[in-house]
């Protein structure tokens, strides 16, 4: 509560701070009302701890117990499961049939990828559903399924570098039989009465697609999605057609033609609005708003273009064709920076959101993590675009202001209670200090740099690696290229100790 009062008393500033506190910009930081009345970060690990920079070396991915199979999981250090080896998907072209009085779906997903190695065997990641029948290049396969595994032998081996195409026709109701999300929240698809909600970080792209579910294998995506009329729907990308067809279902038709990460693919299913809007660089912007709650939401919305236009004179052109948000008329404790349609509960729509969301197009969407570890390049980047936002339309000093104020506040963390930003371990991937001291370290960067090198790190950095993968150590090592300095002990004290360093002198 000792947040909360002190907040109270302070300004418009601190007003607008309480929302980049409280009210978690992005992912699963869970409903508001509980972090009001929990301050401090938790869980605490026991003992003050230190980790070392990592070296650039991969883990080592799970070993099939067949050369000729392709690995169940990727090697993610906090996800072993997640996506597979042996393939690199190009594109899914997804068909969905939605009943929403059933809540079910009937899907047909058309898998292009090309194999990294000769396969008698591969997975795909999917939860739920019953599967009729999977297909390799037109020939049936035989498939088993281990919880979130599905295990795919071709009629055929696949030769090394060789393009197939999977067809698996599969229905159901979608995130049946899954886990639950993290913390609990609903991570996947959700339908509510009146719609359909997906929000996929980390792993929740398998509860409604049969997918290799890392951020290693970006793909290219086609979303075919009927439903009954007069629902509408939205998806990531650029609506190439929507098609009324004469049992009264429409068919919309999304096409994504970036490389985009699986758990950032969505569909929106509502009674929305559509609202457009163009950046003066040429973006079209297109929201989707509930119609029923439209008048109260969508002012904040209007500033998109505006923002948009700002982050591209710091951080380059924005990578994508088309942007926009989709609100629902639901209370979610979150927001999502799905790749062009952010996701957004209707009690979470305002400017300090809708600038970290949009910030996460360069940094996380465009650049993707190379492991769920390196979650600080998402986060500590989206949350300091908003305070150059606030230095952009209220000046130095408001900026300076806010990140004084938020630093007092983690100074009152004790050392021990404080999360490794650098390796928040899978159970904090969303801890407030991944957020709020992972700005702290880029002022740090920005300061011990200056200015001039600090901005073409990031410019560098968001064309370095567009439509790829960064970690950690690949930001460290760019940003030494660029400043000519060493800056192993900067990095090191901000992210991977737990003791808050001080700030370098202006
Ligand atoms: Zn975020």
């Given at each position: 509560?000792?947040?909360?009062?002190?907040?109270?008393?302070?300004?418009?500033?601190?007003?607008?701070?309480?929302?980049?506190?409280?009210?978690?910009?992005?992912?699963?930081?869970?409903?508001?009302?509980?972090?009001?009345?929990?301050?401090?970060?938790?869980?605490?690990?026991?003992?003050?701890?230190?980790?070392?920079?990592?070296?650039?070396?991969?883990?080592?991915?799970?070993?099939?117990?067949?050369?000729?199979?392709?690995?169940?999981?990727?090697?993610?250090?906090?996800?072993?499961?997640?996506?597979?080896?042996?393939?690199?998907?190009?594109?899914?072209?997804?068909?969905?049939?939605?009943?929403?009085?059933?809540?079910?779906?009937?899907?047909?997903?058309?898998?292009?990828?090309?194999?990294?190695?000769?396969?008698?065997?591969?997975?795909?990641?999917?939860?739920?559903?019953?599967?009729?029948?999977?297909?390799?290049?037109?020939?049936?396969?035989?498939?088993?399924?281990?919880?979130?595994?599905?295990?795919?032998?071709?009629?055929?081996?696949?030769?090394?570098?060789?393009?197939?195409?999977?067809?698996?026709?599969?229905?159901?109701?979608?995130?049946?039989?899954?886990?639950?999300?993290?913390?609990?929240?609903?991570?996947?698809?959700n339908f509510y009465e009146g719609g359909v909600?997906?929000?996929?970080?980390p792993g929740g792209a398998d509860t409604w697609?049969?997918?290799?579910?890392?951020?290693?294998?970006?793909?290219?995506?086609?979303?075919?999605?009927?439903?009954?009329?007069?629902?509408?729907?939205?998806?990531?990308?650029?609506?190439?057609?929507?098609?009324?067809?004469?049992?009264?279902?429409?068919?919309?038709?999304?096409?994504?033609?970036?490389?985009?990460?699986?758990?950032?693919?969505?569909?929106?299913?509502?009674?929305?609005?559509?609202?457009?809007?163009?950046?003066?660089?040429?973006?079209?912007?297109?929201?989707?708003?509930?119609?029923?709650?439209?008048?109260?939401?969508?002012?904040?919305?209007?500033?998109?273009?505006?923002?948009?236009?700002?982050?591209?004179?710091?951080?380059?052109?924005?990578?994508?064709?088309?942007?926009?948000?989709?609100?629902?008329?639901?209370?979610?404790?979150?927001?999502?920076?799905?790749?062009?349609?952010?996701?957004?509960?209707?009690?979470?729509?305002?400017?300090?959101?809708?600038?970290?969301?949009?910030?996460?197009?360069?940094?996380?969407?465009?650049?993707?993590?190379?492991?769920?570890?390196?979650?600080?390049?998402?986060?500590?980047?989206?949350?300091?675009?908003?305070?150059?936002?606030?230095?952009?339309?209220?000046?130095?000093?408001?900026a300076q202001a806010y990140m004084d104020m938020?630093?007092?506040?983690?100074?009152?963390?004790?050392?021990?209670?404080?999360?490794?930003?650098?390796?928040?371990?899978?159970?904090?991937?969303?801890?407030?200090?991944?957020?709020?001291?992972?700005?702290?370290?880029?002022?740090?960067?920005?300061?011990?740099?200056?200015?001039?090198?600090?901005?073409?790190?990031?410019?560098?950095?968001?064309?370095?690696?567009?439509?790829?993968?960064?970690?950690?150590?690949?930001?460290?090592?760019?940003?030494?290229?660029?400043?000519?300095?060493?800056?192993?002990?900067?990095?090191?004290?901000?992210?991977?100790?737990?003791?808050?360093?001080?700030?370098?002198?202006?």
């Amino acid at each position: 509560m000792r947040q909360i009062s002190r907040f109270a008393s302070l300004t418009v500033l601190a007003l607008l701070s309480l929302a980049c506190f409280c009210v978690a910009p992005c992912a699963y930081i869970g409903p508001v009302a509980p972090f009001l009345s929990t301050p401090m970060p938790t869980p605490a690990p026991a003992v003050v701890v230190e980790t070392r920079i990592p070296d650039d070396t991969p883990t080592p991915a799970d070993t099939p117990e067949d050369s000729s199979y392709g690995a169940s999981g990727l090697g993610d250090s906090y996800y072993p499961l997640m996506g597979n080896g042996g393939y690199d998907v190009q594109h899914y072209d997804l068909a969905i049939v939605v009943d929403m009085e059933r809540e079910h779906i009937d899907s047909v997903a058309t898998i292009d990828a090309l194999s990294t190695q000769n396969l008698a065997r591969f997975n795909l990641d999917l939860w739920g559903f019953d599967i009729e029948s999977v297909q390799v290049d037109g020939q049936d396969a035989t498939f088993e399924r281990d919880q979130g595994e599905l295990s795919i032998t071709p009629a055929d081996s696949i030769p090394e570098g060789e393009p197939f195409t999977i067809v698996i026709i599969y229905s159901g109701k979608p995130g049946e039989g899954a886990p639950p999300g993290l913390l609990d929240l609903l991570e996947g698809w959700n339908f509510y009465e009146g719609g359909v909600l997906v929000a996929g970080e980390p792993g929740g792209a398998d509860t409604w697609f049969p997918v290799n579910n890392h951020p290693l294998d970006k793909a290219t995506y086609t979303f075919r999605v009927t439903v009954a009329e007069p629902y509408v729907v939205a998806a990531n990308g650029v609506l190439e057609e929507e098609i009324a067809n004469t049992d009264g279902t429409r068919t919309y038709v999304w096409v994504m033609d970036d490389p985009m990460a699986s758990y950032l693919s969505t569909i929106a299913i509502s009674n929305f609005e559509r609202v457009d809007s163009t950046t003066k660089s040429g973006i079209p912007i297109r929201s989707y708003l509930d119609a029923d709650i439209r008048r109260e939401v969508e002012e904040p919305t209007t500033r998109i273009p505006e923002i948009i236009d700002y982050f591209e004179t710091v951080f380059g052109p924005y990578p994508f064709d088309e942007c926009g948000v989709v609100i629902h008329e639901l209370d979610l404790g979150f927001a999502l920076e799905n790749q062009t349609l952010i996701v957004m509960g209707y009690q979470f729509v305002n400017e300090d959101v809708i600038v970290h969301e949009l910030a996460h197009q360069w940094f996380g969407n465009s650049i993707s993590l190379k492991s769920w570890q390196d979650i600080w390049l998402n986060e500590g980047f989206a949350t300091y675009a908003s305070t150059l936002w606030i230095e952009h339309t209220q000046g130095a000093q408001a900026a300076q202001a806010y990140m004084d104020m938020s630093y007092e506040y983690f100074k009152e963390i004790p050392e021990h209670a404080m999360v490794i930003i650098g390796d928040p371990g899978p159970d904090n991937l969303f801890d407030w200090a991944v957020y709020e001291r992972g700005a702290f370290t880029l002022h740090a960067l920005r300061l011990t740099v200056g200015d001039e090198a600090f901005f073409q790190i990031l410019r560098t950095y968001a064309d370095r690696y567009h439509d790829d993968n960064a970690g950690i150590v690949d930001f460290i090592a760019l940003a030494e290229e660029i400043s000519g300095q060493e800056l192993d002990d900067l990095f090191q004290a901000w992210l991977y100790e737990q003791a808050l360093p001080p700030m370098p002198e202006q």
